[in-house]
């Protein structure tokens, strides 16, 4: 199976600073059609997953322009660019390309 | 709307069998792919299983295989997860969820809670 290994596990950011997950992954998630399907949620405190990021870098819908996504192959990153309150919960990224699809750990993203 | 509703959640004893459906609504539901993923409390997100439009290609975790079956029926527009033979390794939040292509699940249900314990 594709492991996929999110670090850190938690992190504590004071509001409009910067903040950043890696996700790792031990396959490339190429595609040969040209696509890595590397996707990222957030589970925010007693709610449903949402999709913030898919294929890598692609914001979903509504999703607000502070969050970021990067990386190649097996090494990805998300990044939030001004930590808001609203931004607390766990992240999960995905791979979605090997069977069984496999998420991370998820990283717990807290406000100082 | 567009709505994915789940239901079918209970205690159940271990060696014991439930049925989940997810009804969904206010989209091309014969044309998406459909997805169960599970939380177990306190835990993480886990892909259970996966159905293609018309039922004929369907996937799952190893730690399901030949106990849970996804199936769909594309003019109620509800996908189930029929869990057979279930254990305590089991319990957990069952999601039902729909994605936008390569498992980038983009609408999802609010869950129906399977607890299996005796």
């Known amino acids: 199976d594709v492991v996929v290994t999110q670090t850190p596990l938690s992190l504590s950011v004071t509001p409009g600073q910067p903040a950043s997950i890696s996700c790792k992954s031990t396959?490339?998630?190429?595609?040969?059609?040209?696509?890595?399907?590397l996707h990222w949620f957030l589970q925010r405190p007693g709610q449903t997953p949402q999709l913030l990021i898919f294929e890598v870098s692609s914001r979903f819908s509504g999703v607000p322009d502070r969050f970021s996504g990067s990386g190649s192959g097996t090494d990805f990153t998300l990044k939030i660019s001004r930590v808001e309150a609203e931004d607390v919960g766990i992240y999960y990224c995905l791979q979605g390309i090997h069977l069984p699809i496999t998420f991370g750990q998820g990283t717990r993203l807290e406000i100082k | 709307e567009v709505q994915l509703v789940e239901s079918g959640g209970a205690l159940v004893q271990p060696g014991g069998s439930l049925r989940l459906s997810c009804a969904a609504s206010a989209f091309s539901f014969s044309n998406s792919w459909m997805h169960w993923v599970r939380q177990a409390p306190g835990k993480g997100l886990v892909w259970v299983s996966t159905?293609?439009?018309?039922?004929?290609?369907?996937r799952y975790v190893d730690s399901v295989k030949g106990r849970f079956t996804i199936s769909r029926d594309n003019v109620k527009n509800t996908v189930y997860l029929q869990m057979n033979s279930l254990g305590v390794e089991d319990t957990a939040l069952y999601y039902c969820?729909?994605?936008?292509?390569?498992?980038?699940?983009?609408?999802w249900g609010q869950g129906t809670m399977v607890t299996v314990s005796s």
């Open positions: 159905i293609n439009t018309d039922g004929t290609t369907t």
């Open positions: 969820a729909r994605d936008r292509g390569w498992h980038a699940f983009h609408v």
């Open positions: 396959q490339s998630l190429l595609h040969r059609d040209g696509k890595t399907y």
